[in-house]
């Protein structure tokens, strides 16, 4: 066992893990941030991105034992209490989801598209989201969200968004 | 699914982690990136007894200048590579080739140099660094050696890296010439079916020197080096097409359910002369 000490959506965590632990694993069964899924075995869908130190990583593709001494912001932490992240905001405006299983892993692969882009094209929305596959929407209210979310934090005081 | 127990070592120095490799025996595996190695883990099509986690050396990290080359640290990250300043700059090929690697999030995690250790023949890096000419530092028990790109790579998932050494860093002559990688593929995200790395120096509107690499033509990336003699001396369209005719020569294409031989060939032909086009502006 290896004890790690990781920072999750602003509160700190230490534990104990095995090292073959999934970060994903460690963060659905060891501290309950079930917001976050799996959806392949293969690294390939997205549904599991997650911030780590601030940029888009796949939880399923990064031992726990990895994130000692980081940080990590999972779907759960993006409101500020029950104000809404912009992303968010925007996914439900546009009606960016219809079962939601990808919407966890869009949301933050979105998040971290803006944050190093914040005025994206079509083609680098989908370009930004090529590693997220969503298996209901056909995209194209995927990308009319994250357009959306781009102009509502150009709009007003950029919040939340690392 | 979830992979084999195993142990793991967090190394802070090149001399700890060669220490761990050599402690762990013949089932110790260095992990940088993880993203080729851990989906490996998960479908357990390798079981490790110990991973030894190179990713956090502080001499493994960042791109430096050299004065007549640069050198970057394998551990650098796909994101950090096609980012940086030194690489867009002196060998802006590999920013080209690191920026069509799968997609953001793996790139943020996923090295440089474990994919060029990692050595699948679908990969877009190593012919990008045989196109640039790349020479690499290994770390082993005896000291260290520096191996030449063409003896680099040696077959399938095989290079000069022995299991008990360790790329430290690769280092890139400088080069302002033209470039472009091309990659053909069939969806977002996926791997090179075929793909072409070029640099050209053209001259007055003339060819004057080329170097092309390869992506999934062989067992190994390869230089197509009887295109890079037939270009010498062209200036137009016409003549990048008719030296590109010879980019399957000698090249070992094999079918898989992605492709037949015989197409990856006619790829072959086809990408390489729009990437020579592309890199010389001709
Ligand atoms: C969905 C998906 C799509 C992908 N698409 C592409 C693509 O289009 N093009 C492409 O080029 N790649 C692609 N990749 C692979 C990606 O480039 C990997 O990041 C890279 O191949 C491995 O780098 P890593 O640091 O993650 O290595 P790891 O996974 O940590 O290691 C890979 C192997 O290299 C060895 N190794 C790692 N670092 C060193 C070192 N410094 N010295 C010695 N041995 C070392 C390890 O022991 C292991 O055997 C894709 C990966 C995934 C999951
Ligand atoms: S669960 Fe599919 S990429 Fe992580
Ligand atoms: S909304 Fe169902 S997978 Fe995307």
Redesign the interface.
């Known amino acids: 066992m290896a004890h790690i000490s990781v920072k999750v959506d602003g509160t700190s965590y230490q534990g104990e893990v095995e090292p073959r632990k999934l970060l994903v694993h460690w963060l659905r069964e060891d501290i309950g941030r079930v917001g976050t899924v799996v959806g392949c075995d293969t690294s390939n869908c997205g549904a599991c991105t997650v911030l780590l130190n601030g940029r888009s990583v796949k939880s399923c593709s990064v031992l726990a034992v990895q994130a000692d001494g980081c940080e990590v912001t999972t779907i759960q932490g993006l409101a500020d209490g029950n104000d809404w992240h912009p992303v968010q905001t925007a996914f439900k405006e546009c009606h960016g989801l219809q079962c939601g299983y990808c919407t966890p892993g869009m949301v933050m692969a979105a998040v971290d598209l803006l944050s190093e882009n914040p005025t994206p094209s079509e083609s680098e929305i989908r370009e930004g989201l090529e590693g997220n596959l969503c298996r209901c929407t056909g995209y194209h209210n995927i990308v009319k969200s994250v357009s959306y979310a781009a102009d509502l934090m150009s709009a007003g005081p950029a919040k939340g968004a690392k | 699914?979830?992979?084999?127990?195993?142990?793991?070592v967090?190394a802070t120095s090149i001399d700890q982690a060669l220490a761990a490799l050599k402690s762990g025996g013949e089932d110790s595996k260095i992990?940088s990136g993880?993203?080729s190695l851990?989906?490996v883990?998960?479908?357990r099509m390798a079981e490790p007894s110990v991973?030894v986690?190179c990713?956090g050396i502080d001499e493994m990290l960042g791109v430096r200048d050299d004065g007549d080359s640069i050198t970057i640290g394998a551990a650098t990250t796909h994101?950090g590579v096609m980012s940086n300043s030194l690489v867009q700059k002196h060998a802006l090929l590999l920013a080209q080739a690191t920026a069509t690697v799968?997609?953001?999030?793996?790139r943020?995690?996923g090295t440089t140099g474990g994919a060029l250790a990692h050595a699948d023949p679908a990969s877009d890096i190593p012919a990008a660094a045989l196109a640039l000419d790349t020479s690499f530092v290994i770390a082993g028990p005896g000291g260290r050696r520096t191996v030449a790109a063409k003896d680099f790579f040696l077959d399938y998932f095989t290079t000069a890296v022995g299991p008990d050494e360790i790329l430290v860093s690769f280092s890139i002559p400088k080069c302002d010439w033209g470039s472009s990688y091309s990659k053909f593929n069939r969806t977002?995200?996926a791997w090179a079916i075929v793909g072409v790395a070029a640099v050209v120096n053209v001259q007055g509107g003339v060819i004057k020197e080329a170097r092309i690499g390869l992506t999934n033509m062989a067992p190994t990336a390869v230089r197509a080096s009887t295109v890079e003699a037939a270009l010498v001396g062209a200036s137009s369209p016409a003549d990048i097409t008719a030296a590109a005719m010879h980019a399957a020569d000698g090249t070992r294409a094999t079918s898989d359910l992605h492709a037949q031989a015989d197409y990856r060939e006619h790829l072959a032909r086809v990408i390489t002369a729009r990437a020579v086009r592309a890199a010389s502006g001709i």
């Open positions: 699914m979830i992979p084999v127990e195993f142990d793991y967090k992990i993880g993203q851990l989906p883990l998960r479908l991973l986690d990713g994101h799968a997609d953001p999030a793996i943020h995690r977002a995200q």
